[in-house]
């Protein structure tokens, strides 16, 4: 991918030395050039049309320019009904379709892309600064107002280019922001790390004029629009032929490049599907494949992945990630995050990246599956909940987190203990919508940022959690999954970890034409009972052409997680005592130590298995000791 730089008021060269920061966004070419107040500048990853899509792109004919990232899949047929009404091109760059396309439809360009993509467009006709992120955020934009400083609007890839060009008081932490990665393991929608930063949200857009911050405009230009219907007339069978025509469609837009493509294959079976595609399209051992494996069997998907591999014919390559390999890639991982980011994913994300950036520059993966046909656990525990919260007094509350606590709190034979997933029900269900989500999967509650840091608690505890929709029904929790948390945990994770090793990665689940179609379709094809995804794992039984294993189907879902219980009481027991203790940050004073202690004691006694916290917690210490010193 590429990393993309815009700004009214600073000069071509201060944004290509702010763009260098992005260099591992795009490590192939660089450009910057000035047109009057607005300067555009860009790191370039080549993908497609490898000598003609040098950028910033200037159509002079119509004084238009871009600074872009992605890829538009569809740029082809979009160019072709441009050439229909008399556009010529000079080069085979999607670069160029989405300025012509500009020019053509105006900000109605974005209905016809299909992709992923964020960027700023110039145009010098209208004095008109036009920018979008793609519908899902694959691929991030921030941007910063500074009304009466020189550099009066930037926006760029990742917040530390704005922070180059910003003044030194104008990067301060944002305590909302920190509320929210505490809640969360992520920072939530439009806020960013930094007070004077802020996020596009995914599927919007703005215009603003070049010199006039009062013109700011921002839209949303697609949204998830989850079906709440129960049953319809729509059967099975032609849900499953809708699912596989515009799946294959998905998976042959994003196979387009000048350069090797590969696949990330953890094993499951949203990846599965993926390389099994692949692989028809492309011939079996046309396509490499790349998995991680760990020497904990309770996380080592890798001999699925191989399994799955020889079945659809990729070539195939493991590496073994180990407790000494997280203790050599933490600090730099997390550094590397703009924001603070304890999803633990993210270790083994980056290492598989680096892994297959070694033979590939562009790799397919799964991301977006279990979004969009419901794999998460709680979309089947979330009706267990609200019948607990009308059957269970809640007088009866202290007795059973008493009994919860007398639960195993050991999980060396299992992924979670007992005692783990007992307690974290027990303080999510009382609680109904979000905040109930965000109970059961952040590293704190409420009550538990009140104990860690009660000025936080008190100002923003409750306005950084999405509380306006009820989670009674599973449309309702699809519809946040593919808002929230799909963007803010799972794409960022996927963004940073493979720019920060200039890999393209590309996500066939989350084509619009593919969401849209299966987001409109009744709940009980994607959930029945206790089962989830049912859609996808039907059409995947009967696909025969994938040639899947058939063991695939029936396999629980792990998740690509790693350890960090049994790690945070062993080999990263002394980094735990040293980030969380010793060496905490002075610019996170306002998180109180007795607490940090009494979580660190716990754990590591073995009477609650608290991983979440405490990874939080040594995650948020790296972040501050890099950014915020």
Known sequence: MCGILAAVGATAAELDEAARLMAHRGPDAH???????????????????????AQPMVLDAHRVSVTFNGEIYNHLEIRAALAERGHRFLTTSDTETLLCAYVEYGTECLSHFRGMYAFVLHDRRKNLLFGARDPFGKKPLYYTEQ???????????????????????????????????????????????????????AGFAFTRAVNDQSTWRMWQHWRPRVSAVNGSAVKLGDAIVG?????????????????????????????????????????????????????????????????????????????????????????????????????????????LCEFA???????????????????YDPFVAVRPAAIARRLI?????????????????????????????????????????????????????????????????????????????????????????????????ILYKGDRASMMHSLEV??????????DYVNALPLSLKLSGGE?????????????????????LHREKRGFGIPVATWLRGPLKDMLRERVLDAWPGSLDFVKRAERERLVSVHLAGRQNLYKELWALLVLSVWADRWLR
């Open 147 to 201: 009304p009466g400083k020189r550099i009066a609007f930037a926006a760029a890839s990742e917040p530390r280019s704005l922070l180059a060009l910003l003044p030194a008081s104008q990067r301060k932490l944002s305590h909302e922001a920190i509320s929210s990665f505490l809640l969360h393991d992520y920072v939530t929608g439009e806020q960013s790390a930094f007070e004077s930063i802020r996020r596009l949200p």
């Open 357 to 375: 950036r070694e033979s590939v520059t562009v790799a397919l993966g799964g991301d977006g599956g279990d979004e969009l046909f419901a794999g």
């Open 532 to 552: 989830r995804k049912v859609l996808l794992r039907r059409a995947i039984a009967s696909w025969a052409e994938l040639k899947l294993p058939a063991s695939l």
């Open 31 to 53: 450009g910057a050039i000035q047109e009057g107040d607005v300067a555009l500048a860009h790191r370039r990853l080549s993908i497609i049309d490898l000598a003609g899509g």
């Open 393 to 489: 007094p809640s007088a009866l509350d202290p007795l059973l987190g008493k009994l919860a606590a007398t639960l195993p709190a050991d999980s060396s034979s299992t992924r979670f203990s007992l005692e783990f997933k007992a307690r974290r029900f027990l303080r999510g269900f009382r609680l109904g919508g979000a905040r109930m989500i965000t109970a059961w999967q952040g590293p704190f509650d409420l009550p538990g940022l009140h104990a860690l840091a009660p000025e936080l608690a008190v100002q923003f505890g409750t306005v950084v959690i999405d509380d306006d929709e009820p989670m009674e029904d599973s449309a309702a929790l699809l519809q946040w999954y593919q808002r929230r948390y799909l963007t803010d945990d």
């Open 243 to 351: 699912v596989r025509t515009r799946l294959e469609t998905a998976v042959r837009r994003r196979l387009i490049a000048d350069v090797p493509v590969g696949i990330l294959l953890s094993g499951g079976i949203d990846s599965s599907v993926v390389a099994a595609l692949t692989t028809k399209l492309a011939g079996r051992g046309q396509v490499a494949s790349f998995s991680m494996g760990f020497d904990d069997p309770r996380f080592d998907e890798s001999p699925f992945a191989k399994e799955v591999a020889e079945a659809v014919g990729t070539r195939h390559h493991v590496r073994v990630f180990r407790p000494e390999d997280c203790l050599a890639q933490l600090e730099r991982i997390v550094a590397h995050a703009d924001e603070p980011f304890a999803d633990p994913s993210i270790l083994p994300t980056a290492m």
């Open 506 to 515: 590309r996500s066939p689940f989350l084509d619009i034409d593919l969401a």
